[in-house]
């Protein structure tokens, strides 16, 4: 049995229930509906054939789908949606040594921003999935490793909505392995904190890195931010991510956090993450905003 989430809406109408596609009622994905489930691997294709259902490999507390509810202390599913990049015949190659459960979403083979393509997701079993804030270290190294992945969908209130009449196919091999990647994702973090500090040390033996954070306004932040391509509002809030509601905020202090995610730093860490620069580099774009 393997563990998993849904929500599924019904309406009333003159005190008789009916059903509407999720896609015309995606209001719903808000309310405590959300509820916990365990099924037979080899009948996920009954949870995802249906308009009137959202599914997520997460549990939500209470039921209500938001990232202070999330919970992966249950996850044995990996969900990856594919929206372009890649056909089915390949990801059923790629994914041919694991249990796999592959399904084609609504807009399969259909016009999308000008193209048409396969479109599907790939659902892998795995028993060793990392639990808590952890899970999303290993779900960027599972990006690099796989750069045709959806990776918008990648967060604490993943969810995916469900398609009548989908095609579905089953892999059968081993279970998906987590470890691996993980403990690359561990290496990788210990030495860009060594480095960091490296960097850090240098700077600061001449005082120049404390200087510059103590000109940090929260203010200043906020247009660094804003340069970066990040829309802040007036409670110097914004989206770090693709979601509907922003979910990283600047401090009083101008340290940066995004609840929604793991991104945690201070104005220069932020813009070597937004902009893919060195330490040298973001001090020196960051300088120019003080």
């Not at 009916?18 to 719903?28: E, G, P, Q, R």
């Not at 802040?232 to 995004?258: C, H, L, M, W």
Request: proline share 2%.
């Amino acid at each position: 049995m393997i563990n998993l989430s849904y929500l599924e809406v019904p309406l009333y109408k003159n005190k008789r229930s009916i059903m509407t596609k999720l896609k015309d009622a995606m209001f719903y994905t808000a309310e405590p509906l959300y509820k916990p489930t365990q099924i037979e691997f080899n009948k996920l294709h009954e949870i995802v054939n249906s308009d009137y259902r959202q599914y997520s490999a997460f549990e939500f507390i209470g039921g209500k789908k938001i990232s202070e509810a999330w919970n992966n202390e249950n996850q044995d599913l990996i969900i990856l949606d594919i929206d372009d990049n890649l056909s089915i015949e390949d990801a059923k190659y790629i994914f041919k040594n694991y249990k796999t459960f592959i399904c084609t979403t609504k807009s399969h083979q259909k016009d999308k921003h000008g193209k048409v393509c396969d479109r599907f997701r790939v659902i892998l079993q795995s028993n060793d999935i990392p639990r808590g804030d952890v899970y999303f270290d290993f779900i960027k190294e599972l990006e690099a490793l796989y750069p045709f992945i959806d990776r918008q969908v990648n967060t604490k209130t993943g969810a995916f909505l469900g398609h009548h009449g989908c095609q579905w196919w089953y892999g059968d091999g081993k279970l998906f392995e987590c470890t691996p990647l993980l403990e690359i994702s561990r290496a990788r973090k210990v030495a860009r904190e060594n480095l960091k500090k490296i960097n850090i040390k240098q700077y600061e033996d001449n005082g120049e890195v404390k200087d510059i954070k103590a000109g940090l306004t929260r203010e200043r932040v906020a247009d660094i931010v804003s340069s970066c391509g990040y829309d802040v509002n007036r409670q110097f809030k914004f989206k770090y991510r693709e979601e509907r509601t922003p979910s990283a905020s600047i401090r009083q202090d101008g340290y940066i956090k995004d609840f929604g995610g793991d991104l945690a730093t201070d104005a220069i860490g932020f813009v070597q993450e937004a902009k893919n620069m060195g330490f040298k580099e973001a001090l020196n774009y960051v300088r120019n905003f003080v």
